[in-house]
């Protein structure tokens, strides 16, 4: 059974950084792509990064290009995000997730694993 941990979030004043880390187990993730989506209290969960594990070919949302970054660690089987230049509007919770093939990566539909979500919040 495919788990998914997240960690990492936590409190932070606007313009400083944070690293999520999601750990993966019980698959076989090399075919599998990796997103990183968050939902903020009353807003629909949207996406923020995906990766492909194997060929490494990241995806952004248009409002975190050049803030966001999305990463692998094959030896861990983890996954992370490292965010800069935080705002407040960047506060949400945030969910790992995990989906096989990366048609649709944007979709939180076509993912079939989450984690439990961690929570960032981004102090003005």
């Known amino acids: 059974q495919v788990q998914l941990v997240e960690s990492g979030g936590g409190l932070v004043q606007a313009g400083g950084s944070l690293r999520l880390s999601c750990a993966a187990s019980?698959?076989?993730?090399?075919?599998?792509?990796m997103g990183w989506f968050r939902q903020a209290p009353g807003k629909e969960r949207e996406f923020v990064a995906a990766?492909?594990?194997?060929?490494?070919?990241?995806y952004y949302a248009d409002f975190v290009k050049g803030r966001v970054t999305i990463s692998r660690d094959n030896a861990k089987n983890t996954v992370y995000l490292q965010m800069n230049s935080l705002k407040p509007e960047d506060t949400a919770e945030y969910y790992c997730?995990?989906?096989?093939?990366?048609?649709?990566?944007?979709?939180?539909?076509?993912?079939?694993?989450w984690g439990q979500g961690t929570q960032v919040t981004v102090s003005s």
């Open positions: 997730a995990a989906r096989g093939g990366s048609n649709g990566y944007s979709a939180a539909g076509r993912y079939a694993y």
């Open positions: 990766m492909s594990w194997s060929a490494g070919r990241t």
């Open positions: 019980g698959g076989t993730f090399s075919s599998y792509t």
